[in-house]
């Protein structure tokens, strides 16, 4: 059988070097990370600053490829070869992401459309980078069966995987993913695959694989972050005790944290960014939806830090099914 390979999604705003460390420090079973997009600049607007989140430095613990959004080709080259002189080997180009403003541009899924686009784009990227070139992608824009055309388009170059989420871009994550598109991709894919949507927990991942046995990779996003434990238990690791549990992720906290508040200048910063994570992994625990209400009413650091120490006094309860409905 195959090896597992489990991807950490890139979620913008959460799976930043900072989560992705703290995660590699005390949980298993991830093999890689796509890190959130960085949208493509004109040259004269490249700082390495840009680049911040993929320094070498801030990367040793879990394998990183990282992700660029945009749809000039001359740009992204650029970046591309920035990214090998840090030492990435491959980069990922977002052809996935759904927010209105950035498709209104022509970006992400708003791409998509534009199949001739993407094939010049293509095209001239590829022969000028010296990375291995990964897409994620939706299955389209408006319409799934968009991809027959996409597809034809990718089958003609050698891509170090195609990762594909099966909705449309303006389907945002309302539905469910479309599993027979996904399916004829399978068939007809010529590059590795990846698939990427809605895994929560063992079960939804196991029914997935019953139907994929053969893809390449599966890529999980917001059920890793609502359940740091799953990719392990999905490689069916040794099963942690649920107090055990709580108090890794407890624990889990605190490091992301004290990491945040030496980073962040301001405690709205701060806060922010612990509510942006309290979002999924409130689904952790009994009651955890109360409990997020309260968090998202935190304005300063100090009764944000009180309204955690209060819930993990009174000993939640580790929560085994998780849902990503609210
Ligand atoms: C808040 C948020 C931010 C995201 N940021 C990115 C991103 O930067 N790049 C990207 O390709 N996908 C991004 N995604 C999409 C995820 O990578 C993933 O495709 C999606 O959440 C579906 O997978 P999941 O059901 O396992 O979460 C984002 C999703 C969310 C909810």
Not at 20 to 45: H, K, W, Y
Not at 230 to 258: G, M, N, R, S
Not at 291 to 305: A, G, N
């Amino acid at each position: 059988m195959k090896p597992l390979r489990l991807y950490l999604a890139p979620i913008r705003g959460i799976t930043d070097w900072v989560f992705r460390t703290c995660f590699a420090q005390f949980f298993q079973g991830l093999d890689l990370s796509v890190a959130p997009f960085i949208a493509t600049v004109q040259a004269n607007r490249f700082t390495i600053k840009l680049l911040k989140d993929l320094l070498p430095e801030n990367n040793q613990k879990m394998p990183v490829v990282p992700q660029l959004l945009g749809k000039s080709a001359e740009d992204f080259i650029r970046l591309a070869r920035a990214l090998y002189d840090l030492g990435y080997d491959c980069v990922n180009w977002n052809l996935g992401c759904p927010a209105p403003m950035v498709a209104r541009k022509g970006r992400g899924s708003g791409l998509l459309l534009y199949p001739e686009k993407i094939e010049a784009f293509l095209e001239s990227v590829v022969p000028a980078i010296p990375n291995r070139l990964s897409i994620k992608t939706r299955l389209g824009r408006t319409q799934p069966a968009e991809i027959q055309t996409l597809m034809t388009i990718f089958n003609r170059f050698p891509l170090k995987e195609l990762i594909v989420h099966p909705r449309t871009g303006s389907q945002i994550y309302t539905g469910q993913p479309d599993l027979e598109m996904f399916a004829w991709c399978c068939e007809n894919s010529q590059n590795p695959l990846v698939y990427n949507g809605d895994i929560v927990d063992t079960h939804s991942f196991q029914e997935l694989f019953k139907r994929f046995p053969e893809i390449h990779g599966w890529m999980i996003g917001r059920g890793v972050v609502a359940d740091p434990f799953l990719p392990a238990e999905i490689k069916a690791q040794p099963p942690v005790p649920p107090t055990e549990k709580v108090a890794i992720i407890l624990k889990f906290h605190d490091a992301l944290y004290e990491s945040y508040s030496s980073l962040f200048a301001g405690p709205a910063h701060l806060t922010d960014r612990m509510k942006a994570v309290w979002q999924y992994l409130h689904r952790s625990f009994e009651g955890g939806e109360k409990f997020v209400k309260r968090i998202r009413k935190c304005r300063h650091t100090e009764t944000y830090q009180q309204t955690v120490q209060d819930f993990f006094v009174q000993g939640p309860i580790y929560k085994d099914n998780k849902s990503l409905q609210e």
